[in-house]
């Protein structure tokens, strides 16, 4: 149960019947199964990624803006929305927890909440920028978005992210006891007079409040360079705290339109898990695999160009250019059967960053004349690093 476009169509007739039928006093929202919600299809993710990089600003709002403008709609509603949370709720399954009127947690250790979009080179664009650090403050809300590590119901309770944990056989009835209470359902934020303190930040200043969360947080100056979602997400929170809640989440949509036309959010996505998972299926993952093992194997080759270029004084763009052409000549060996597949592996074993999605994915992103054009740039460096690999122009041909 993620949040993919069909399954959207669901909760949209729920929230016009919740609109116009008397007969319904106020609605639950719970789960059939195990997890409560994990999140947004990421295979649609990665469609908006690559309808970012071609389509217009417009049609962008109007496509990945369906979800943030539902839950604006559901937290307005005339009838209360509860969420009766009995499991993991990540990312869209905490961002439609947080547009509910009041959230009843089960008592089980093992639920988490969180916003872990930050690990994919995202951020939560259906409202999770604006309404997390209004509810729990901007200190812990800025943590969360940008560790996108979750917190377990007792700290949840404890931040005032839920109203109530409670045992997991009192759920329904909790939740449901507390849906029929509330006589006039209103989020803080849409309460005539609400005002939220930004302290211990000072957002008047953006840049100089961005320094500070980057700092408190503890991003380092490299993240932010090459991991935008990061300024992303500070951009949100800081340019919408001042705006109402509907022109604050269309501040947000703004920033993640932005976000999407970048390639980062992309490759991450592609590689951290789409493609993890059929490399882990085909066992490209374990220390065994033809990747790592055998004479002139990927791995070990990346590795040892890594070993090589710390020791020449190579800035970012050239480490990845040598270890781009290692795993370059690994394939015109025939030692890479599946390039996709081989990124997963070299980014998680630490050998490449997540931004780039793996060598393979570098390579072609950079195209064989920018990388002959350093490569020759960087031959007197070490020839032997920097030398373009025999037959590379069959890799580009294949990819095409």
């Known amino acids: 149960n993620v949040f993919s476009r069909p399954m959207i169509d669901s909760p949209e007739r729920l929230i016009a019947r919740a609109e116009t039928d ?8 719970t789960s059939g199964k195990s997890a409560f919600l994990a999140g947004a299809d990421l295979e649609m993710i990665q469609m908006f990624t690559e309808r970012g990089r071609s389509g217009n600003t417009e049609e962008l709002n109007t496509l990945f803006g369906r979800l943030g403008r539902l839950f604006r709609r559901l937290e307005r509603a005339p009838r209360p929305f509860v969420a009766a949370i009995n499991g993991l709720a990540l990312g869209g399954g905490l961002e439609v ?10 008592d089980d250790p093992a639920i988490m909440l969180g916003l872990p979009e930050i690990k994919l080179g ?14 729990i403050g901007t200190r812990k809300g800025l943590e969360m978005l940008l560790s996108g590590e979750p ?14 944990v409670v045992q997991r056989e009192h759920l329904i009835e909790v939740a449901r006891r507390r849906a029929l209470s509330i006589a006039l359902p209103a989020a803080r934020w849409d309460q005539d007079g609400a005002s939220f303190q930004s302290a ?49 989440s269309e501040h947000e949509m703004r920033v993640f339109v932005e976000l999407m036309r970048n390639p980062v959010a992309g490759n991450m996505v592609r590689t951290l898990f789409l493609n993890r998972q059929k490399a882990a299926k085909l066992g490209l993952l374990a220390s065994n695999s033809p990747l790592a093992t055998g004479d002139g194997a990927l791995l070990p080759r990346v590795q040892q160009a890594h070993s090589r270029v710390r020791s020449l004084e ?15 000549r690994s394939w015109g060996e025939g030692r890479v059967e599946h390039p996709e597949m081989a990124d997963v ?4 074993a630490g050998l490449y960053p997540s931004y780039t999605g793996g060598p393979f994915n570098y390579a ?8 002959r054009r350093r490569a020759q740039a960087a031959l007197a460096k070490n020839a032997e690093v920097f030398e373009l690999p025999a037959g590379v122009d069959r890799f580009f041909q294949a990819a095409a």
Do not use: K
């Open 22 to 29: 008397p007969a319904v006093s106020a609605v639950l929202l």
């Open 97 to 106: 927890s947080l547009a509910c009127h009041a959230r009843v947690v089960a």
């Open 122 to 135: 995202l951020l939560p664009g259906a409202g999770g920028t604006q309404r997390l650090p209004r509810l």
């Open 151 to 164: 917190v377990a119901p007792a700290e949840a309770l404890q931040l005032g992210l839920v109203d109530e």
């Open 200 to 248: 211990p930040f000072d957002f008047s200043h953006p840049e100089s409040a961005f320094a500070a969360i980057a700092a408190a947080v503890g991003i380092t100056d490299y993240q932010l360079r090459h991991y935008p979602a990061y300024r992303a997400i500070m951009r949100c929170v800081v340019g919408g705290w001042n705006l109402a809640m509907t022109a604050a």
């Open 314 to 328: 190579c800035d970012e763009e050239e480490r990845l250019l040598a270890l781009a052409l290692a795993a370059l």
């Open 345 to 348: 592996a070299v980014v998680s």
């Open 364 to 371: 072609r992103q950079r195209g064989l004349d920018d990388l």
